[in-house]
T-cell receptor, first 111, second 114 residues
Framework: TQLLEQSPQFLSIQEGENLTVYCNSSSVFSSLQWYRQEPGEGPVLLVTVVTGGEVKKLKRLTFQFGDARKDSSLHITAAQPGDTGLYLCAGEETGANNLFFGTGTRLTVIP | SAVISQKPSRDICQRGTSLTIQCQVDSQVTMMFWYRQQPGQSLTLIATANQGSEATYESGFVIDKFPISRPNLTFSTLTVSNMSPEDSSIYLC???????????FGPGTRLLVL
């Protein structure tokens, strides 16, 4: 079983602040996804990164895939209460069809 | 992205009983997945369900405890058998997306075993 460690595990910040969530592994992944899950819902896909060093932006969210494709980061600029949720990274192992999910980061943005 | 529904959305069950969870997709998909999410935790893959073949189970999960059906390309069921309080979790189904590595998830089934 692959292990994807996310840090921090919990994060509580004020509206307007910036934050970064990290997803680290010793394994190489062919792709990596970030999901957000809100209470009572299933995870919702935010982005997929496939190339080492790739950077993708989604409004105030910036995602980066590490050069070696072992790690990723999610940066949120000017966080809003609507960003509150559980953020999950998930890696796709080369040649496999299933995803290995990270340990999760629970974000609370206080108005 | 696919639209996925699950039934029931939640249930409270007595220990020793079994519950079958249904997952319906609005389009034909080759691969469907079943996950468990224990309270406050991340997702753990239970098994991969392909139409026309037996499900492939991950380490720590067995067919006798979690039998899965996949009768066609839009539907799957997961049964949680002989339940105990440790089976209290959210059970999620997902389907593969078109983009590499992506999956789309249903809303989940919240199970509480007393």
């Amino acid at each position: 079983t692959q292990l994807l460690e996310q840090s921090p595990q919990f994060l509580s910040i004020q509206e307007g602040e910036n934050l970064t969530v990290y997803c680290n592994s010793s394994s190489v992944f062919s792709s990596l996804q970030w999901y957000r899950q809100e209470p009572g819902e299933g995870p919702v896909l935010l982005v997929t990164v496939v190339t080492g060093g790739e950077v993708k932006k989604l409004k105030r969210l910036t995602f980066q895939f590490g050069d070696a494709r072992k790690d990723s980061s999610l940066h949120i600029t000017a966080a809003q209460p609507g960003d509150t949720g559980l953020y999950l990274c998930a890696g796709e192992e080369t040649g496999a069809n299933n995803l290995f999910f990270g340990t999760g980061t629970r974000l609370t943005v206080i108005p | 992205s696919a639209v996925i529904s699950q039934k029931p959305s939640r249930d409270i069950c007595q220990r020793g009983t079994s519950l079958t969870i249904q997952c319906q997709v609005d389009s034909q998909v080759t691969m469907m997945f079943w996950y468990r999410q224990q309270p406050g935790q991340s997702l753990t893959l239970i098994a991969t369900a392909n139409q026309g073949s037996e499900a492939t189970y991950e380490s720590g999960f067995v067919i006798d405890k979690f039998p899965i059906s996949r009768p066609n390309l839009t539907f799957s069921t997961l049964t949680v058998s002989n339940m105990s309080p440790e089976d209290s979790s959210i059970y999620l189904c997902s389907v593969e997306g078109q983009a590499q590595g992506t999956q789309y998830f249903g809303p989940g089934t919240r199970l509480l075993v007393l």
